[in-house]
């Protein structure tokens, strides 16, 4: 994991936790504003059952003497409040599940995308061989000739001609050499095209073109 990943998730799990701490402070309101709402009706409770539509006057249109008419309508007015309050509190706890929901599921993604990626450059390092290192390089090659009959293609990396390889190669004159002493006869030569190890048969050989095969080789810097 690299550090920017590592900041990351670090401030994606500070955002959880604030977001946990929230909601449960919203509860913890939630909570409280219950316990008001069912004191108050308590208090109308005790007013001869009295509820939030019963008529505070009799039938004569006179305020009614068997209640505490200030209670009774301070009961009322809290808890239309207090609905209220609980109203939005419950909107509120609503939206924060949500974020925190949303938040869960993308880190889960995010998780699943990161653990996928690491499988796949774990197989692809436990697959892909470690490719010798090129000494020389093929850069242009005549029609017709030993090199173009034998395989070989332009930028083609060359890691072994013959008994030239990475290790004793000193200049292009080590190939030149082994050619000269392999006029007719095959030599081994391997090379590495677009990523892949290849083994090419090379007869250096007179043909109607200039030298024995036909391409021209140049040094690779290392």
């Known amino acids: 994991m690299s550090g920017e990943e590592a900041r990351h998730r670090a401030e994606s799990s500070e955002a959880r936790a604030a977001a946990v701490s929230d909601i449960q402070e919203l509860m913890r309101r939630k909570e409280e504003i219950e316990a008001q709402i ?37 009961a009322r007015h809290n808890i239309i409040c207090l ?9 509120q706890v609503e939206e924060a599940l949500h974020q925190l929901h949303a938040r869960d599921k993308e880190k889960q993604a995010r998780d699943m995308a990161e653990a996928q990626e690491e499988a796949r450059n774990c197989r692809l390092g436990s697959n892909s061989p470690v490719l010798p290192q090129a000494f020389a390089k093929v850069n242009s090659i005549s029609p017709g ?9 332009v930028d083609d990396e060359i890691v ?8 004793n190669f000193q200049s292009l004159q080590n190939v030149g050499s082994v050619v000269q002493h392999s006029e007719g006869k095959p030599l081994n030569v391997t090379v590495i095209r677009r990523g892949e190890k290849h083994q090419l048969r090379l007869i250096p050989t007179r043909w109607a073109g200039k030298g024995l095969l036909g391409c021209n080789i140049i040094p690779l810097q290392r």
């Open 145 to 153: 000739s030993p090199a173009s009959i034998a395989g070989l293609q």
């Open 83 to 91: 609905q209220n309050d609980h109203k939005a509190v419950m909107k």
């Open 38 to 74: 069912k004191a108050n009706y308590d208090v109308l409770e005790s007013q001869k059952g009295i509820g939030m539509n019963e008529p505070l006057v009799d039938c004569e249109g006179y305020p009614r003497a068997d209640v505490d008419l200030y209670q009774v309508r301070t």
């Open 160 to 167: 072994e001609f013959g008994s030239v390889n990475t290790q």
